[in-house]
């Protein structure tokens, strides 16, 4: 039976990667999943069912973010290639296009098999007409990348809430609040280490902080229905002495 969701190709791309040394995380602005080894540039992979020409489309775009894109589908039933093309053409096709190809065969009884049916060209210099390298944009998926504490994320999920660095950080400060009572932007700053706790106590995106008098901020109770939402990231995080009374 051919996979339901694209979600189901993130675990076995990312144990693959994992097992090469790299750290992954899945939903990395807007992208399926990333990548990072090192000093090295961020390894882009885009998930889809199977092999398509929005697939194809979607990785070209990230060829803006890094050089070292693939594509990943789930492997058709008895390894014919997608679209009655043969798999030669399919890899001279990624390859034309500077990007790599993944897929993943699912078994009934086996772990999933993962094979790099091409990697992107290692001199992007061939390529005829590449998109321009955005410096800026490539530059905060590796901050975001970097910010995040741990991989919550499923790569390919769509309407669900994604755990980015800064709700992350958000449900750390909640937490914090939670079990130290109201207190200032200064203490929370010193307790979980964020240089810009004051900033997201006075923006309150997520509405989780309530001003109770000059400098000092409590939780609310929309932050602690967050708490309970997201308790398996809050779990994760380092446990505080009790506030002196």
């Known amino acids: 039976m051919p996979i339901k969701s694209e979600t189901e190709l993130y675990a076995p791309v990312k144990t693959y990667l994992e097992q090469l040394g790299y750290d992954v995380r899945g939903e990395v602005r807007h992208c399926d999943l990333v990548a990072i080894r090192g000093e090295e540039p961020p390894v882009i992979v885009e998930l889809k069912r199977s092999f398509s020409i929005p697939l194809l489309l979607q990785a070209i775009d990230r060829l803006k973010l890094s050089r070292t894109v693939y594509v990943a589908f789930e492997r058709p039933a008895k390894g014919r290639a997608p679209h009655s093309a043969s798999w030669p053409e399919l890899r001279k096709l990624c390859g034309m296009l500077g990007i790599g190809m993944i897929t993943v065969q699912f078994y009934k009884t086996r772990k999933p098999?993962?094979?790099?049916?091409?990697?992107?060209?290692?001199?992007?210099?061939?390529?005829?007409?590449?998109?321009?390298?955005?410096?800026?944009?490539?530059?905060?998926?590796?901050?975001?990348?970097?910010?995040?504490?741990?991989?919550?994320?499923?790569?390919?999920?769509?309407?669900?809430?994604?755990?980015?660095?800064?709700?992350?950080?958000?449900?750390?400060?909640?937490?914090?609040?939670?079990?130290?009572?109201?207190?200032?932007?200064?203490?929370?700053?010193?307790?979980?280490?964020?240089?810009?706790?004051?900033?997201?106590?006075?923006?309150?995106?997520?509405?989780?902080?309530?001003?109770?008098?000059?400098?000092?901020?409590?939780?609310?109770?929309?932050?602690?229905?967050?708490?309970?939402?997201?308790?398996?990231?809050?779990?994760?995080?380092?446990?505080?002495?009790?506030?002196?009374?």
């Not at 001199?123 to 390298?133: E, G, S």
């Not at 590796?142 to 709700?167: C, H, I, M, P, W």
């Open 113 to 245: 098999r993962v094979e790099v049916e091409c990697h992107p060209p290692s001199d992007p210099a061939l390529l005829t007409a590449p998109p321009r390298h955005n410096k800026y944009a490539a530059g905060r998926v590796v901050k975001e990348f970097q910010e995040r504490k741990a991989d919550y994320n499923v790569g390919g999920s769509t309407r669900r809430k994604l755990v980015t660095a800064y709700r992350e950080k958000s449900l750390h400060m909640a937490s914090v609040l939670q079990q130290q009572g109201p207190l200032s932007p200064k203490k929370l700053r010193d307790l979980t280490g964020y240089p810009t706790a004051a900033d997201m106590l006075q923006k309150n995106y997520y509405l989780w902080f309530q001003r109770v008098e000059r400098g000092i901020y409590k939780i609310t109770p929309l932050g602690e229905e967050a708490l309970e939402s997201f308790a398996h990231v809050v779990a994760a995080f380092p446990s505080l002495e009790p506030a002196a009374t």
